[in-house]
């Protein structure tokens, strides 16, 4: 493991914020953490990136450079009122990064900013300063990457620039990758393993495709003719619209129900999990 | 490390409008009193010198560059240092707020460093300041009224010929640096201390009236009034006394050079103990 956490506890006053939390993530894997606002998702990267002292619990990286973490918490935080490459100047001065312009512009190339750009940061769109924030946290190549609701704020667009971004990074680039997001569609679509963290505590660890599979209790299911069909009357199901039922099914048992209404000449249009989050976030019996 | 951070602090110190907008307030004060005084002659100066007709005598040439250059001394030793706390408090209370300083702890930078590259940066701007206010003074002042002599009035009235009044103003203007380096390091520990930008204004802002206030308090014990901060503030008003008494100002200087020392090292103290989050 590059980076692992174990036992981690830390209280603000009489207020338990995290609870025995344990934590690893190895070379290009991204590790998912998940949790409602308020679970203790940002208190966990802050211990793990040293802005905070826990009140017990250890810390281990393994990496050897100059940077271990690189990371960004809540929303990247840059100087409004400089450039984008100003701002990567600043910050890369500071920690013996080399600022020569053409560095620099590599940089923000990587993270698909444009280098010709002059003005202040303040005219950045959400997604850019994320992206500039990622650009920042990559100054002096850690191998640990802690990033803290990257999506929240952002257009669609961004958000799949982002997800494309993080996947680049981890595994073409070998970066072991936290990251913390409420949306769980988010989650699944970018890490390989994930931690389900609720009122401070790990609720519930594994692969992503299981943990998030195991709370999948229904699907959304589109076809024509999807009221004709037999099969369907076997399951538990409700009509939203005219060619749509939400059916109770688990995820395990979908490619079966798909086999059986192709059989009956249904054809599914679309097939959408909805995820029970009581589920999802209630602690593992 | 050190140097790239005091690159980095005056970097942005000098990219913030902020800066530009103290430097020309600065600017504006010094000429309002200039300009007033060319325009609308000796009367305006009766009005801006009201307040200080208790201590200031004037005969003769009122309109000397000397004189002015020794009101603008005078009238900007409030406003100065208010515009330099404002200033220098945000350089540590905008870190706060706009969430830079997580940014900054998040790369491989040590606390210390960081918190001690604002103080130097802030000493290094301050006497910076204070040096484009005399060097604009003194300009601005020959230039419209002339160079003659100077009469001021302490305890008793001082004639001073043109070329010591010159060097006295000089020899009060780099001893009113140390005052103004302890306010500006003062606001900056309070920004520390308090991290919210409103709050550490009107605290630098209480703590700067309170301290003129102090400064014309005269204490019971006569220790209190030989040691006490805010004593210490006026020190350069001894340069315009007939024989300069070096010893007091020595003595007073190093107090003040301590008050300075140790405001600033709760500063760093504070910083670096107090997590970032």
Redesign the interface.
């Known amino acids: 493991m590059i980076i692992s956490g174990s036992r981690l506890s830390k209280s603000f006053g009489h207020s338990i914020v995290l609870k025995e939390v344990n934590i690893e993530c190895k070379a290009a894997e991204i590790c998912g953490l998940l949790g409602v606002n308020g679970a203790g998702k940002t208190?966990l990267f802050?211990i793990l990136?040293?802005?905070?002292?826990p009140d017990s619990g250890e810390i281990h990286c393994s990496s050897k450079g100059?940077?271990a973490?690189?990371?960004?918490?809540?929303?990247?935080?840059?100087?409004?009122?400089?450039s984008a490459r100003?701002n990567l100047k600043?910050?890369a001065?500071?920690?013996?990064a080399s600022s020569d312009k053409k560095d620099l512009d590599q940089y923000l190339e990587n993270v698909g900013l444009e280098t010709e750009r002059k003005d202040a940061v303040r005219n950045y769109s959400t997604g850019m300063k994320q992206r500039l924030?990622i650009a920042?946290?990559m100054?002096?190549n850690p191998e640990v990457l802690i990033l803290d609701e990257p999506f929240s704020g952002l257009d669609p667009m961004g958000i799949v620039q982002l997800r494309d971004l993080i996947l680049d990074l981890a595994k073409n680039k070998g970066l072991a990758i936290i990251i913390s997001s409420h949306i769980v569609e988010e989650i699944r679509l970018v890490s390989d393993r994930v931690y389900v963290i609720n009122n401070g505590q790990i609720v519930k660890s594994g692969v992503t495709a299981e943990i998030i599979g195991q709370a999948t209790l229904q699907h959304y299911l589109c076809a024509e003719h999807l009221k004709a069909s037999t099969v369907l009357k076997e399951y538990q199901h409700t009509f939203l619209t005219e060619t749509g039922a939400l059916i109770e099914i688990g995820i395990e048992e979908m490619p079966r129900l798909m086999k059986r209404l192709a059989g009956e000449g249904i054809y599914l249009t679309s097939c959408t999990p909805r995820i029970d989050m009581y589920q999802l976030f209630r602690t593992a019996q | 490390m050190i140097k790239a951070l005091l690159w980095a602090e005056a970097y942005k110190l000098m990219k913030q409008s902020r800066t530009w907008y103290a430097i020309a307030a600065v600017f504006v004060l010094e000429l309002i009193v200039l300009i007033s005084a060319y325009y609308r002659g000796a009367a305006v100066i009766d009005i801006l010198l009201n307040n200080l007709k208790e201590s200031f005598y004037f005969e003769g040439d009122l309109l000397n560059g000397n004189l002015l250059i020794y009101l603008i001394l005078n009238s900007l030793w409030f406003n100065f240092p208010l515009i330099l706390m404002l200033v220098i408090s945000g350089m540590i209370t905008d870190e706060y707020k706009d969430g830079t300083l997580q940014t900054v702890m998040l790369q491989p930078v040590q606390k210390k460093w960081f918190i001690l590259s604002k103080y130097i940066v802030a000493t290094v701007f301050t006497v910076l300041m204070v040096l484009v206010l005399a060097l604009s003074a003194f300009l601005f002042s020959y230039l419209i009224f002339g160079k003659s002599d100077l009469i001021v009035f302490i305890g008793k009235l001082n004639f001073f010929n043109a070329v010591e009044a010159e060097t006295r103003l000089i020899l009060a203007f780099l001893n009113g640096c140390i005052s103004m380096i302890f306010f500006s390091l003062a606001s900056l520990t309070f920004g520390v201390i308090f991290r919210d930008t409103l709050k550490t204004w009107i605290v630098s802002v209480l703590f700067l009236i309170v301290s003129n206030l102090l400064l014309k308090f005269d204490f019971k014990w006569e220790l209190i009034n030989k040691l006490f901060y805010a004593k210490l503030n006026d020190t350069w008003q001894y340069f315009f006394q007939y024989e300069i008494p070096w010893n007091i100002i020595l003595r007073n200087n190093l107090l003040l050079v301590g008050y300075i020392v140790g405001f600033s090292a709760i500063g760093v103290v504070i910083f670096n103990k107090k997590d970032i989050g």
């Open positions: 208190t802050k990136l040293g802005l905070l002292t100059v940077k973490l690189g990371g960004i918490i809540e929303k990247p935080a840059l100087y409004e009122y400089l100003e600043v910050f001065r500071i920690q013996g924030g920042i946290a100054l002096n």
